[in-house]
């Protein structure tokens, strides 16, 4: 499974970006995906994750009300809409498909894209 993230950007606070996550590779074994981010001199945190079925979606308290995941199967694309964005929201962003090659569990990450809100 590859990864290609894509969508970031330089911001003012209040605004909104839309990042996108392109798939390719085995999607059928892609059990869950989500959406990370690293500030400088931070760990890498979750921000959102979505399951393959059903769809459950989970949130980061931080971004809660204001982030919203989704998927577009017919794309193989992911996104994570991004509003009312916070200086503290700057990061680079990763996308994350969790997935299985028999009966071994993988992880498979983007290259990362940079947000960057301004106050």
């Known amino acids: 499974v590859q990864l290609v993230e894509s969508g970031g950007g330089l911001v003012q606070a209040g605004g909104s970006l839309r990042l996108s996550c392109a798939v390719s590779?085995?999607?059928?074994?892609?059990?869950?995906m989500g959406w990370y981010r690293q500030a400088p001199g931070k760990q890498r945190e979750v921000v959102a994750v979505?399951?393959?079925?059903?769809?459950?979606?989970n949130y980061a308290d931080s971004v809660k009300d204001r982030f919203t995941i989704s998927k577009d199967n017919a794309k193989n694309t992911m996104y994570l809409q991004m509003n009312s964005l916070k200086p503290e929201d700057t990061a680079v962003y990763y996308c994350?498909?969790?997935?299985?090659?028999?009966?071994?569990?993988?992880?498979?990450w983007g290259q990362g894209t940079q947000v960057t809100v301004s106050s």
């Open positions: 979505v399951t393959s079925r059903g769809g459950t979606t």
């Open positions: 590779g085995n999607t059928l074994s892609i059990t869950a």
């Open positions: 994350n498909a969790q997935f299985w090659i028999g009966a071994q569990p993988l992880l498979s």
